[in-house]
């Protein structure tokens, strides 16, 4: 989903289309297996309990835990945001005219900035005309059928640096144009140029993807409901008001208004939570709810609870995330955030940003100079100014750079950015210390190499190991984004590495969560342990990713034990990754879990429902009961994952998986070929005929279908491997050996394709290259089980 500056997580406008993560998609296409669903929340009571946080830095030895305070007597709702402003007006003063306030505005002469006098814009092979009739502003262009026709403007998204336009379909349903004004240099652009997005593409205006109702507007509104009807498959949204108001961030007011007329008890004045507690992970994850990459659990969010009870935010994936963690896609600023220092020492969001203006708190270096000044002391009492050196921050000699000078500012080094949505600059905020020395190695982005390019680079890195050399303490702990390396490029070392890394105490929570996922690459005693440990670990993130890697790593039946305690946990994302990955053995191994395992999987089976727009959620639930034994549901939610998105191809693939399984072979084969067909390029509609033609004793004829899965998608571990296995049992061995070959090229760590390579060379009498191969894994983890 194109986005805008304080939008929702949605698809990036760079590569990925819908928000799909490991929660709203199944890994698995092979055999109808449950999918990793999105995680919901749950209300305790009539209303939301006003809560305390926990720290989640390395300050904090224990959970969180909620303390006893009176309760408000009645739900808080919403009010009028008119109410708030007679008390608040130097904060509605700073709101007003800011990106919050005109994040979304009805479309009409005052709001649009675009120019609609019967303008034409060509791009990515679709023509579209802007003007305006009557009172409307009016969009011709290739709708979901490619063919142009007359869309009405309905709203406006943001005001700088660009500005875009929510357009009415029918049904409720308003989709973001991909078209978008360009509010610096006045003119029309593309949100996503050269990428040839056509009717047919997933990130066209016209798709699921672009579906304002579920991707955008709950983060430009205040109190906004998608109220979707899935019988109708229509959308009532509604909400409180446009723009990012009062109530958006501190919750419903009418407790607060009933408190500021009677001066009650009422806790935190009558809001649900305190913006300005001590703790600043009560602000921090206030701001997450938009200001992250995650997937939304329900439709909308719990006042008063975790980010996690809401929202699933997603760790630093190497889909998202640069090695070292700085931003790669549309990832917003908590993410990059979560790993700094800054977090760690208690920063909030409002000590750099007004929150109410969203402009930054001092002009030039004036924000970090609050702490990082000559004196070497914090003006942010809640911050923990440990460590602080006193030095001239702002002087040459720090900065390196000629004051007034790009480079001199701390941003330009501290937080390096890109462009997104063509012409919106965001700056990372892990806040890192350049090193081209290490990015030039690593692969990673450098705010040095980003300015000094050729020559100039290789001048500059050789600068930077004379001031390291220099300034270097004699011992240097294991570096995350070093460790990673090794890790994600199977070198040797890399158990080991991954290991010393989950050692310590003060990673972040985030990169820990990361490397829970990297550790199924590296299965050991060690590894389990690990995995084991963190289930308990205080930061929910990290709990829900340990669940994942023990699921990785042990058996269903073996994983019971460790996993059952977690269905009590107090954040739900937690419960329910435990519940799903428990549900092979709920009818035998659970025991007295057995009750809150239930309770569980029936919040999971609620949550898809929650998101029943969605077509991946009607294929969770499709495969949900059929492992629950409800089969008789389970071709009509399959049905309805591709009414929901004609595109969604791993709902066809299940489908035609159960047809088949159903004596329905000409049935299934007749949709197969139909879709492949019209999607010729789509490498898993290839590969699922390539099976279903295997299945069938065709091995030959599948053949051609599984090359040219693993030739669109050659980074594809699952494509590359059984087109390996079927050349094997073909006796084309050594075609399967260069095909695993190539595989462990682009994907060193991949253990399947290792043990098989390894075999295949035994059997064709290729004892050396087995045995180097073998050498390899042992230097890479030679605690594996395989290697026994």
Same mark, same amino acid.
């Given at each position: 989903?194109?986005?805008?500056?304080?939008?929702?997580?949605?698809?990036?406008?760079?590569?990925?289309?819908?928000?799909?993560?490991?929660?709203?998609?199944?890994?698995?296409?092979?055999?109808?297996?449950?999918?990793?669903?999105?995680?919901?929340?749950?209300?305790?009571?009539?209303?939301?309990?006003?809560?305390?946080?926990?720290?989640?830095?390395?300050? #904090?030895?224990?959970?969180?835990?909620?303390?006893?305070?009176?309760?408000?007597? +009645?739900?808080?709702?919403?009010?009028?945001?008119?109410?708030?402003?007679?008390?608040?007006?130097?904060?509605?003063?700073?709101?007003?005219?800011?990106?919050? /306030?005109?994040?979304? /505005?009805?479309?009409?002469?005052?709001?649009?900035?675009?120019?609609?006098?019967?303008?034409?814009?060509?791009?990515?092979?679709?023509?579209?005309?802007?003007?305006?009739? $009557?009172?409307?502003?009016?969009?011709?262009?290739?709708?979901?059928?490619?063919?142009?026709? $007359?869309?009405?403007?309905?709203?406006?998204?943001?005001?700088?640096? @660009?500005?875009?336009?929510?357009?009415?379909?029918?049904?409720? &349903?308003?989709?973001? @144009?991909?078209?978008?004004?360009?509010?610096?240099?006045?003119?029309?652009?593309?949100?996503?140029?050269?990428?040839?997005?056509?009717?047919?593409?997933?990130?066209?205006?016209?798709?699921?993807?672009?579906?304002?109702?579920?991707?955008?507007?709950?983060?430009?509104?205040?109190?906004?409901?998608?109220?979707?009807?899935?019988?109708?498959?229509?959308?009532?949204?509604?909400?409180?008001?446009?723009?990012?108001?009062?109530?958006?961030?501190?919750?419903?007011?009418?407790?607060?208004?009933?408190?500021?007329?009677?001066?009650?008890?009422?806790?935190?004045?009558?809001?649900?939570?305190?913006?300005?507690?001590?703790?600043?992970?009560?602000?921090?994850?206030?701001?997450?709810?938009?200001?992250?990459?995650?997937?939304?659990?329900?439709?909308?969010?719990?006042?008063?609870?975790?980010?996690?009870?809401?929202?699933?935010?997603?760790?630093?994936?190497?889909?998202?995330?640069?090695?070292?963690?700085?931003?790669?896609?549309?990832?917003?600023?908590?993410?990059?955030?979560?790993?700094?220092?800054?977090?760690?020492?208690?920063?909030?969001?409002?000590?750099?940003?007004?929150?109410?203006?969203?402009?930054?708190?001092?002009?030039?270096?004036?924000?970090?100079?609050?702490?990082?000044?000559?004196?070497?002391?914090?003006?942010?009492?809640?911050?923990?100014?440990?460590?602080?050196?006193?030095?001239?921050?702002?002087?040459?000699?720090? #900065?390196?750079?000629?004051?007034?000078?790009?480079?001199?500012?701390?941003?330009?080094?501290?937080?390096?950015?890109?462009?997104?949505?063509?012409?919106?600059?965001?700056?990372?905020?892990?806040?890192?210390?350049?090193?081209?020395?290490?990015?030039?190695?690593?692969?990673?982005?450098?705010?040095?190499?980003?300015?000094?390019?050729?020559?100039?680079?290789?001048?500059?890195?050789?600068?930077?190991?004379?001031?390291?050399? +220099?300034?270097?303490?004699?011992?240097?702990?294991?570096?995350?984004?070093?460790?990673?390396?090794?890790?994600?490029?199977?070198?040797?070392?890399?158990?080991?590495?991954?290991?010393?890394?989950? /050692?310590?105490?003060?990673?972040?929570?985030?990169?820990?969560?990361?490397?829970?996922?990297?550790?199924?690459?590296?299965?050991?005693?060690?590894?389990?342990?690990?995995?084991?440990?963190?289930?308990?670990?205080?930061?929910?993130?990290?709990?829900?990713?340990?669940?994942?890697?023990?699921?990785?790593?042990?058996?269903?039946?073996?994983?019971?034990?460790?996993?059952?305690?977690?269905?009590?946990?107090?954040?739900?994302?937690?419960?329910?990754?435990?519940?799903?990955?428990?549900?092979?053995?709920?009818?035998?191994?659970?025991?007295?879990?057995?009750?809150?395992?239930?309770?569980?999987? +029936?919040?999971?089976?609620?949550?898809?429902?929650?998101?029943?727009?969605?077509?991946?959620?009607?294929?969770?639930?499709?495969?949900?009961?059929?492992?629950?034994?409800?089969?008789?549901?389970?071709?009509?939610?399959?049905?309805?994952?591709?009414?929901?998105?004609?595109?969604?191809?791993?709902?066809?693939?299940?489908?035609?998986?159960?047809?088949?399984?159903?004596?329905?072979?000409?049935?299934?084969?007749?949709?197969?070929?139909?879709?492949?067909?019209?999607?010729?390029?789509?490498?898993?509609?290839?590969?699922?005929?390539?099976?279903?033609?295997?299945?069938?004793?065709?091995?030959?004829?599948?053949?051609?279908?599984?090359?040219?899965?693993?030739?669109?998608?050659?980074?594809?571990?699952?494509?590359?491997?059984?087109?390996?296995?079927?050349?094997?049992?073909?006796?084309?061995?050594?075609?399967?050996?260069?095909?695993?070959?190539?595989?462990?090229?682009?994907?060193?760590?991949? &253990?399947?394709?290792?043990?098989?390579?390894? /075999?295949?060379?035994?059997?064709?009498?290729?004892?050396?290259?087995?045995?180097?191969?073998?050498?390899?894994?042992?230097?890479?983890?030679?605690?594996?089980?395989? @290697?026994?």
């Amino acid at each position: 989903m194109p986005k805008h500056k304080n939008n929702a997580a949605t698809a990036t406008p760079d590569s990925q289309p819908p928000l799909i993560n490991r929660y709203l998609f199944p890994v698995t296409i092979g055999v109808l297996l449950l999918a990793v669903a999105g995680i919901g929340w749950f209300l305790f009571g009539s209303h939301p309990v006003p809560m305390t946080y926990a720290p989640v830095s390395k300050a #904090t030895a224990e959970p969180a835990k909620t303390q006893p305070q009176p309760v408000a007597l +009645a739900p808080a709702k919403m009010v009028d945001e008119q109410q708030c402003q007679g008390c608040h007006s130097a904060q509605v003063k700073d709101w007003q005219g800011s990106h919050h /306030q005109l994040a979304m /505005q009805p479309a009409n002469a005052d709001t649009l900035l675009g120019d609609f006098n019967n303008v034409t814009f060509k791009a990515e092979n679709e023509t579209t005309r802007f003007s305006r009739k $009557d009172d409307g502003f009016w969009v011709n262009t290739p709708g979901s059928d490619g063919k142009n026709a $007359d869309f009405k403007v309905a709203y406006t998204f943001g005001i700088a640096p @660009l500005q875009q336009y929510l357009i009415e379909v029918g049904e409720g &349903r308003l989709q973001a @144009l991909g078209v978008a004004w360009d509010t610096e240099k006045h003119r029309w652009f593309h949100l996503y140029p050269g990428q040839g997005v056509t009717f047919k593409d997933p990130l066209h205006w016209s798709k699921p993807s672009q579906n304002a109702n579920f991707m955008c507007i709950e983060c430009h509104t205040t109190g906004f409901k998608r109220n979707f009807d899935a019988a109708k498959n229509t959308f009532d949204s509604q909400w409180n008001s446009l723009g990012v108001g009062c109530q958006a961030c501190h919750g419903p007011a009418s407790n607060h208004l009933e408190w500021t007329a009677k001066k009650t008890d009422l806790i935190h004045a009558g809001f649900a939570v305190d913006l300005k507690d001590k703790n600043a992970t009560v602000e921090i994850e206030t701001c997450a709810r938009c200001h992250s990459r995650r997937a939304p659990l329900d439709d909308g969010y719990t006042v008063g609870k975790r980010l996690m009870d809401d929202y699933l935010p997603s760790p630093l994936t190497r889909e998202l995330y640069a090695l070292d963690g700085k931003i790669k896609d549309e990832v917003f600023e908590h993410g990059s955030f979560a790993q700094s220092k800054m977090f760690d020492k208690g920063v909030r969001c409002s000590n750099c940003h007004n929150p109410h203006s969203t402009e930054l708190k001092a002009p030039g270096n004036g924000v970090c100079l609050q702490c990082h000044n000559s004196a070497g002391k914090t003006a942010v009492q809640t911050v923990d100014g440990k460590g602080l050196q006193a030095k001239n921050y702002d002087s040459i000699e720090h #900065t390196r750079h000629t004051m007034g000078q790009p480079g001199s500012q701390c941003v330009d080094c501290h937080m390096p950015g890109k462009f997104y949505m063509g012409n919106d600059f965001r700056h990372d905020h892990s806040f890192s210390i350049p090193n081209p020395e290490r990015a030039a190695r690593l692969g990673t982005p450098d705010a040095c190499l980003t300015c000094h390019q050729g020559k100039a680079g290789e001048k500059v890195t050789e600068q930077f190991k004379l001031w390291n050399t +220099a300034n270097a303490s004699p011992v240097q702990p294991p570096r995350y984004d070093e460790s990673l390396w090794l890790i994600r490029n199977g070198q040797p070392g890399a158990a080991q590495a991954l290991y010393e890394q989950l /050692q310590r105490s003060n990673l972040p929570a985030i990169q820990r969560a990361t490397l829970l996922a990297e550790l199924p690459l590296y299965p050991s005693k060690q590894t389990l342990k690990l995995a084991t440990n963190d289930l308990s670990h205080p930061a929910p993130q990290v709990r829900e990713s340990a669940v994942h890697a023990i699921s990785a790593l042990l058996p269903p039946e073996e994983r019971a034990a460790l996993l059952s305690p977690l269905l009590g946990d107090p954040v739900k994302a937690v419960r329910i990754a435990a519940a799903r990955d428990l549900l092979s053995v709920a009818n035998s191994g659970l025991g007295n879990a057995l009750a809150s395992w239930e309770a569980a999987i +029936a919040e999971y089976e609620n949550v898809q429902k929650s998101l029943a727009e969605r077509a991946e959620s009607n294929l969770n639930l499709a495969m949900l009961y059929q492992a629950s034994g409800r089969s008789d549901e389970v071709e009509g939610l399959l049905r309805t994952a591709l009414k929901r998105d004609p595109g969604f191809y791993p709902a066809l693939v299940t489908l035609v998986q159960w047809l088949e399984a159903k004596g329905r072979r000409q049935e299934a084969q007749a949709l197969l070929a139909q879709s492949l067909k019209e999607h010729p390029d789509a490498a898993l509609l290839q590969h699922t005929q390539g099976l279903s033609l295997v299945r069938a004793g065709q091995s030959a004829q599948a053949m051609p279908f599984l090359r040219k899965a693993a030739q669109l998608e050659p980074q594809s571990a699952q494509f590359g491997y059984v087109l390996a296995v079927a050349l094997h049992d073909s006796g084309k061995v050594d075609e399967a050996c260069a095909e695993l070959e190539r595989l462990l090229n682009v994907q060193p760590a991949n &253990r399947n394709a290792r043990l098989a390579l390894i /075999q295949y060379y035994l059997d064709s009498g290729h004892g050396p290259k087995a045995q180097v191969l073998l050498q390899g894994w042992k230097k890479m983890n030679m605690g594996d089980p395989a @290697l026994k």
